[in-house]
Nanobody, 123 residues
Framework: QVQLVESGGGLVQTGGSLRLSCAASGRTFSINAMGWFRQAPGKEREFVSSISWGGSSTTYADSVKGRFTISRDNAKNTVYLQMNSLKPDDTAVYYC????????????????WGQGTQVTVSS
């Protein structure tokens, strides 16, 4: 099994920045792709960003492109999401996910999920 623990969420004003971290433990050798999803109240969980094992391939939702940056440190089994120019629409619980495949952008491709961290952007 793989355990994922997110951190770095919080309350920030519009235009501010936050950096989310997700630390993986357990059978981390089985992990390849990692990603971030988010779920706002009353809405379905949606894709935010993903990164391949080596970091050479990244994908972003159109709504965050140019504002968010995903990265990973495999030596630390950690993936990051740098969020800049935050907007109230970014308010959601952010979930980290890990997949066994090399690259994954679909929710159904991910095998492991964290518990989530709340991000609230005030106007």
């Amino acid at each position: 099994q793989v355990q994922l623990v997110e951190s770095g969420g919080g309350l920030v004003q519009t235009g501010g920045s936050l950096r989310l971290s997700c630390a993986a433990s357990g059978r981390t050798f089985s992990i390849n792709a990692m990603g971030w999803f988010r779920q706002a109240p009353g809405k379905e969980r949606e894709f935010v960003s993903s990164i391949s094992w080596g970091g050479s391939s990244t994908t972003y939702a159109d709504s965050v492109k140019g504002r968010f940056t995903i990265s990973r440190d495999n030596a630390k089994n950690t993936v990051y999401l740098q969020m800049n120019s935050l907007k109230p629409d970014d308010t959601a619980v952010y979930y980290c996910a890990a997949a066994k495949v090399y690259y994954a952008s679909s929710r159904t491709e991910y095998n492991y999920w964290g518990q989530g961290t709340q991000v609230t952007v005030s106007s």
